[in-house]
């Protein structure tokens, strides 16, 4: 089955920053689109980032000029630059792809457990 691990989730303080990675394992067909979350406790899961099959990206507007997606394909992996955390930028991130498991299987989205990022002030 499709697995998605997330790394590089910990601890930094205001203005530092932290590369989060997300590799896609196991059964994997083709993979369209690859996608950052994140979710703070009382608060509803938003979109950070994603980043299409041809590489164009979007972001919130909360994080534009700060963080920066990108992804290998070779590696099946998406990565996230987080640069100038804030406070407010502390949640649990997601990694998303909207991906095909099998030639015969329909597009699905597949989650990763999450990793935990703490700015301090």
């Known amino acids: 089955q499709v697995q998605l691990v997330e790394s590089g989730g910990g601890l930094v303080q205001a203005g530092g920053s932290l590369r989060l990675s997300c590799a896609a394992s196991?059964?994997?067909?083709?993979?369209?689109?690859m996608s950052w979350y994140r979710q703070a406790p009382g608060k509803q899961r938003e979109l950070v980032a994603s980043?299409?099959?041809?590489?164009?990206?979007n972001y919130a507007d909360s994080v534009k000029g700060r963080f920066t997606i990108s992804r290998d394909n070779a590696k099946n992996t998406v990565y996230l630059q987080m640069n100038g955390l804030k406070p407010e930028d502390t949640a649990v991130y997601y990694c998303?792809?909207?991906?095909?498991?099998?030639?015969?299987?329909?597009?699905?989205?597949?989650w990763g457990q999450g990793t935990q990022v703490t700015v301090s002030s």
């Open positions: 980043i299409t099959s041809t590489s164009r990206t």
């Open positions: 196991g059964s994997i067909f083709s993979i369209n689109a």
């Open positions: 998303n792809a909207e991906l095909r498991a099998h030639w015969s299987s329909p597009f699905g989205n597949y």
